[in-house]
């Protein structure tokens, strides 16, 4: 089971780092995704890499800001969130799934079997 955590209120263009640990301490499945949520809309893909830790994708609206990486020794994934913008206020999830897509398919929350509670961020104006 997957555990996302580090959510809260931050200023617009201040930073936070979100962790996604996975009870037991094995990630099921080789791919962490992260994903994000606002009330009436759909799930948004905002990254993932493999739990190795050799490649790392984004969404369009995180790249350059959004930075994924992993802690092999505490089998932790982060999402370091910088330069926050409104719009980045949501709920977010980490997910897991076994085996590579396509990009695209990556991209999509329907194709990730695993998935954490979420975390609040707000980012305020």
């Known amino acids: 089971q997957l555990q996302a955590s580090g959510g809260g209120l931050v200023q617009v263009g201040g930073s936070l780092r979100l962790s996604c640990a996975a009870s037991?301490?094995?990630?099921?499945?080789?791919?962490i995704g992260w994903f994000r949520r606002v009330p009436g809309k759909e799930r948004e893909f905002v990254a993932y890499?493999?739990?190795?830790?050799?490649?790392?994708y984004y969404g369009d609206s995180v790249k350059g800001r959004f930075t994924i990486s992993r802690d092999n020794a505490k089998n932790t994934v982060y999402l370091q969130m910088n330069s926050l913008k409104p719009e980045d206020t949501a709920v977010y999830f980490c997910?897991?799934?076994?085996?590579?897509?396509?990009?695209?398919?990556?991209?999509?929350?329907?194709?990730?079997?695993?998935w954490g509670q979420g975390t609040q961020v707000t980012v305020s104006s």
């Open positions: 037991g301490g094995t990630f099921t499945g080789n791919y």
């Open positions: 890499m493999t739990t190795a830790g050799s490649n790392a």
């Open positions: 997910a897991s799934r076994y085996g590579s897509l396509s990009l695209r398919a990556m991209g999509n929350p329907g194709n990730y079997p695993y």
